[in-house]
Nanobody, 123 residues
């Protein structure tokens, strides 16, 4: 399975970006998907996740109400809509996929990873 993340860039605080992650080589519709991020000098952290069915989503507290994860199985793509961005959201964002149901908030629960896309939020 290959994951290709895109959509990062430079945005001012309060702005929006939409990240995309296209999956290939596997059965996307059966994978739990997640977004993680690694800020400069910090550990990788969970941002958002979505179950294979799309019926359940979950977020880290710092992005609740601002970020929305969604998926389009027809396009083998998972999205992360990021609104009201803050400088502390600056990080490299990674998408991840897990073919075994029940992946949660731990990076170790995901088998496949994309290459990351950089989001920079200026103040």
């Amino acid at each position: 399975v290959q994951l290709q993340a895109s959509g990062g860039g430079l945005v001012q605080a309060g702005g929006s970006l939409r990240l995309s992650c296209v999956a290939s080589g596997g059965t996307f519709s059966s994978y739990d998907m997640g977004w993680f991020r690694r800020a400069p000098g910090k550990e990788r952290e969970f941002v958002a996740g979505i179950r294979w069915s799309g019926g359940s989503t979950y977020y880290t507290d710092s992005v609740k109400g601002r970020f929305t994860i969604s998926r389009d199985s027809a396009k083998n793509t998972v999205y992360l809509q990021m609104n009201s961005l803050k400088p502390e959201d600056t990080a490299v964002y990674y998408c991840a996929a897990e073919p075994r149901w029940g992946a949660g908030r731990l990076a170790t629960e995901y088998t496949y990873w994309g290459q990351g896309t950089l989001v920079t939020v200026s103040s």
